[in-house]
T-cell receptor
Framework: ETGVTQSPTHLIKTRGQQVTLRCSSQSGHNTVSWYQQALGQGPQFIFQYYREEENGRGNFPPRFSGLQFPNYSSELNVNALELDDSALYLC??????????????FGPGTRLTVL | AQSVTQLGSHVSVSEGALVLLRCNYSSSVPPYLFWYVQYPNQGLQLLLKYTSAATLVKGINGFEAEFKKSETSFHLTKPSAHMSDAAEYFCALSNFGNEKLTFGTGTRLTIIP
């Protein structure tokens, strides 16, 4: 069974640029959630995708957007990067059925640095 | 609104001593509660979860946690600390039908040889 994978591992961008982060969900999972973890903080929920539709969003501006593909993999896009976007971005996959989501399993994360 | 509070951003214990990491929650509906561990430069690994079954939950690596509704607590314990337990620990909460995980700010556990 393949776990959650994320790419790239590390990324350096400059302010104003755009970035795309990728996540492959664990086999058998149909839901992907994205979290932002700033240095020294707990992860903050960005949004979740289920069956290619956004299924909940945290307190993040519209320049944070995402996609989920038919194979349940997902992308997180961030436009007009700001210095405060520097963080570890975590993807978590889970299985949603009957209106309930099972445990979220996390990938290793992508470390984004904005200069 | 729901929230998670972890008391003590840093905890140090001697190898072989009891580990106790504190977590209190606030939720208007019955919560699901989780403990995750994060090793340096890695993602989060699930230690254990509470989903309204038994109040004493056993997890991996000898950890366990007890759900106490009256105290709105979900403290994590391990009888005997090992050097490999040094990591950051996060308590998290979710609700049925709301898949968002709300995390505490984390507790860094240091093991003293």
């Amino acid at each position: 069974e393949t776990g959650v994978t994320q790419s790239p591992t590390h990324l350096i961008k400059t302010r104003g640029q755009q970035v795309t982060l990728r996540c492959s969900s664990q086999s058998g999972h149909n839901t992907v959630s994205w979290y932002q973890q700033a240095l020294g903080q707990g992860p903050q929920f960005i949004f979740q995708y289920y069956r290619e539709e956004e299924n909940g969003r945290g307190n993040f501006p519209p320049r944070f957007s995402g996609l989920q593909f038919p194979n349940y993999s997902s992308e997180l896009n961030v436009n007009a990067l700001e210095l405060d976007d520097s963080a570890l971005y975590l993807c978590a996959s889970s299985l949603q059925s009957g209106g309930e989501t099972d445990t979220q399993y996390f990938g290793p994360g992508t470390r984004l640095t904005v200069l | 609104a729901q929230s998670v509070t972890q008391l003590g951003s840093h905890v140090s214990v001697s190898e072989g001593a009891l580990v106790l990491l504190r977590c209190n929650y606030s939720s208007s509906v019955p919560p699901y509660l989780f403990w995750y561990v994060q090793y340096p430069n890695q993602g989060l690994q699930l230690l254990l979860k509470y989903t309204s079954a038994a109040t004493l939950v056993k997890g991996i690596n000898g950890f366990e946690a007890e759900f106490k509704k009256s105290e709105t607590s979900f403290h994590l314990t391990k009888p005997s600390a090992h050097m490999s337990d040094a990591a950051e620990y996060f308590c998290a909460l979710s609700n049925f039908g709301n898949e968002k995980l709300t995390f505490g700010t984390g507790t860094r556990l240091t093991i003293i040889p």
